[in-house]
């Protein structure tokens, strides 16, 4: 089976990090928002990209506007 590696999504809208972290066979984990009701922009994940997790690892986002 495929394994997760965590993709860089910092810097892209939550719609784009969500599609970009399923197409890793990642999933997305807790999703703190900050400064802002809107999302607009993935402020920080974690773990850092490149890590090699199992398949369906959870990514954690921070976001909100820049």
Do not use: E, M
């Not at 972290?21 to 999302?39: K, L, P, T």
């Amino acid at each position: 089976p495929a394994r997760c590696r965590v993709p860089r999504v910092i810097g892209l809208t939550l719609g784009r990090a969500r599609a970009r972290i399923r197409r890793a066979h990642c999933s997305v984990g807790r999703i703190s928002r900050v400064r802002s009701r809107r999302v607009v922009r993935v402020l920080r994940q974690s773990p850092r990209p490149g890590a090699d997790r199992r398949r369906g690892f959870k990514v954690n986002l921070v976001v909100g506007r820049r």
